[in-house]
C-alpha cells in the first residue's frame, strides 16, 4: 500500500482492511496480502493492560485483533494477510504459517529465527543464562526480573531496555505477530523489524514480555538493509507459504 514518504497511517490502512475482509467473505476478491510501512504508532491489542501501555501518555490506538501491546514505525514491514480458512478454523495454524513464511525471510538474509514455546512471533534466541554478561557489573543471579514477574523494563533505563535484548544476549523478538478471524477471514497479521529505531519500544512492554526484547534484521546482520530489499523476499515466501498450504485443521 505504502513505504517510506507513503507510509500508510493506521487508521487508514486498518479500515483498507477491513474493507478487504468484507469483499473476501463476499468472494469478490481473492486471498490479499495487504504490504506496506506505518508512520511511527501504538497499537493495543484486546489483552493489554495498562501497567504495558506508555508511562508518558504517548497515544495508543486499541484494536480488535488478538495480543498485546506493539509499535509500528519506518523501518518495519507490516503485513495483514485477509485470508477464508475453512472450517472448523485453526487460528494456530495460520499463525505458524506466518512464523513460517518469515523464518524463511529471515534465512535467505542470513539471520537464523525460530519460534519460541509460548510465545507466538519470529525470535532471535539468546544465549544460555549461564553464559551471559552480568548486567550492571551485577551477576546475573541478582538479576531483578528473575525474582520479579512484575518487573517493569520501562522504569529501569537502558540495561533493562527491550532494545537492548541483543547486547545482552538475550531472546528477542524479530517479528510480531497478531491476527483476528472474523466469520472465517483473518485480519491483521505481522510485522518484521528491518531497520527500525527500536527504541520505541523502551516506551512500552512489548507483546506483554518482560524478560525479552526485540531484534531487527539491520542489528543481527551488523549492517544496513531497507525494507526495499526485504519486500520482494517477503512476497516470495509469503506466497510460497500461503499459497501452498493445504488448509486444514491440525491432527490432535
Given at each position: 500500500m505504502g513505504f517510506g514518504a507513503d507510509a500508510v497511517d493506521y487508521e487508514t490502512a486498518w479500515q483498507e482492511q477491513r474493507r478487504v475482509h468484507a469483499a473476501r467473505f463476499a468472494d469478490e476478491v481473492p486471498d490479499t496480502c495487504l504490504?506496506?510501512?506505518?508512520?511511527p504508532v501504538y497499537t493495543a491489542g484486546r489483552r493489554t493492560s495498562d501497567d504495558e501501555r506508555p508511562l508518558d501518555g504517548t497515544p495508543v490506538i486499541d484494536v480488535d485483533r488478538g495480543g498485546k501491546i506493539t509499535w509500528h514505525g519506518p523501518g518495519q514491514l507490516v503485513?495483514?494477510?485477509?485470508?477464508k480458512l475453512p472450517r472448523p478454523v485453526d487460528v494456530v495454524?495460520?499463525?505458524?504459517?506466518?512464523?513460517?513464511?518469515?523464518?524463511?525471510?529471515?534465512?535467505e538474509f542470513g539471520v537464523e529465527s525460530s519460534r519460541v514455546e509460548g510465545r507466538s512471533g519470529v525470535?532471535?534466541?539468546?544465549?544460555?543464562v549461564q553464559q551471559r554478561a552480568a548486567l550492571g557489573?551485577?551477576?546475573?543471579?541478582?538479576?531483578?526480573?528473575v525474582a520479579d514477574e512484575l518487573f517493569d523494563p520501562r522504569l529501569n533505563g537502558p540495561e533493562y531496555a527491550p532494545s537492548n535484548a541483543g547486547q545482552r544476549r538475550e531472546d528477542r523478538k524479530l517479528a510480531a505477530i497478531g491476527i483476528r478471524v472474523?466469520?472465517?477471514?483473518?485480519m491483521h497479521g505481522f510485522s518484521l523489524?528491518?531497520?527500525?529505531?527500536?527504541?520505541?519500544?523502551?516506551?512500552?512492554?512489548?507483546?506483554?514480555?518482560r524478560d525479552a526484547g526485540v531484534a531487527s534484521l539491520a542489528n543481527e546482520l551488523g549492517r544496513d538493509i531497507t525494507i526495499a530489499e526485504v519486500l520482494p523476499v517477503a512476497e516470495k515466501h509469503l506466497r510460497d507459504v500461503l499459497e501452498g498450504a493445504e488448509l486444514l485443521p491440525r491432527a490432535v
Open positions: 504490504l506496506l510501512e506505518h508512520p503485513g495483514y494477510p485477509i485470508q495454524a495460520h499463525v505458524r504459517r506466518l512464523e513460517d513464511a518469515l523464518i524463511r525471510v529471515c534465512a525470535w532471535v534466541l539468546g544465549d544460555p557489573g551485577l551477576n546475573l543471579d541478582f538479576d531483578p526480573r472474523a466469520k472465517g477471514v483473518t523489524n528491518v531497520n527500525p529505531d527500536n527504541t520505541s519500544f523502551d516506551k512500552i512492554v512489548p507483546c506483554g514480555i
